[in-house]
């Protein structure tokens, strides 16, 4: 299986601060990559999908970027909403794997 | 509205079985292909299994073939997951989520609120 690795674990921001969280593959995945947000007690959301597609509605200060093996996603400028767990997910493959997820914290 | 309901979920023994349910409601289901992902209290996202629109390719991870069915019904727009033999490591909010676009491989844009499956004597 393909083994998904991000960094980092855990993140302390601050409210308009720019965040990077960095997804690694263990071997190419080409651009088959998601990334997603979970709140507590409610159902992960899809943000990005093929890597850099933005899902609709989601806002414009969230994108992605990365081929092959490493990926990141971005935050531009983090707002209060945005203070939650992510996720990265490769798709390469039907035996889907996610990553351990990084918590984003004030 | 797009929407996946998941039913099913309960606290069962080791060894014993029980069967999940997702209701889909609002898009063509038939035309989807789906997935059950878990999420063990306070950990991470695990893939679980999937199933392309027809039924025709199944997939499973390693953690529960064999002990795991997928199926689904599309005259009732509903996806099951049959769970046998079920372990204490079984214990997790089981979501279904249905994956984005008309192929088989793609990123899961719906998902279920979760039902939550606990296996404990």
């Known amino acids: 299986d393909i083994q998904m690795t991000q960094s980092p674990s855990t993140l302390s921001a601050s409210v308009g601060d720019r965040v990077t969280i960095t997804c690694r593959a263990s071997?190419?995945?080409?651009?088959?990559l998601a990334w997603y947000q979970q709140k507590p007690g409610t159902a992960p959301k899809l943000l990005i999908y093929?890597?850099?597609s933005l899902e609709s509605e989601v806002p414009s200060r969230f994108s992605g970027s990365g081929s092959g093996t490493e990926f990141t996603l971005t935050i531009s400028s983090l707002q209060p909403d945005d203070f939650a767990t992510y996720y990265c997910?490769?798709?390469?493959?039907?035996?889907?794997?996610f990553g351990q997820g990084t918590k984003v914290e004030i | 509205e797009v929407q996946l309901v998941e039913s099913g979920g309960g606290l069962v023994k080791p060894g014993g079985s029980l069967r999940l349910s997702c209701a889909a409601s609002?898009?063509?289901?038939?035309?989807?292909?789906m997935n059950w992902v878990r999420q063990a209290p306070g950990k991470g996202l695990e893939w679980v299994s999937s199933?392309?629109?027809?039924?025709?390719?199944?997939f499973y991870a390693d953690s529960v073939k064999g002990r795991f069915t997928i199926s689904r019904d599309n005259a009732k727009n509903s996806l099951y997951l049959q769970m046998n033999s079920l372990r204490a490591e079984d214990t997790a909010v089981y979501y279904c989520?249905?994956?984005?676009?008309?192929?088989?491989?793609?990123?899961?844009?719906?998902w279920g609120q979760g039902t939550m499956v606990t296996v404990s004597s």
């Open positions: 989520a249905r994956v984005r676009g008309s192929g088989s491989l793609d990123a899961f844009d719906i």
């Open positions: 609002g898009f063509t289901f038939s035309t989807y292909a």
């Open positions: 199933t392309t629109s027809s039924s025709a390719y199944i």
């Open positions: 071997q190419s995945i080409n651009n088959w």
């Open positions: 093929k890597a850099s």
């Open positions: 997910q490769q798709y390469s493959s039907y035996s889907q794997t």
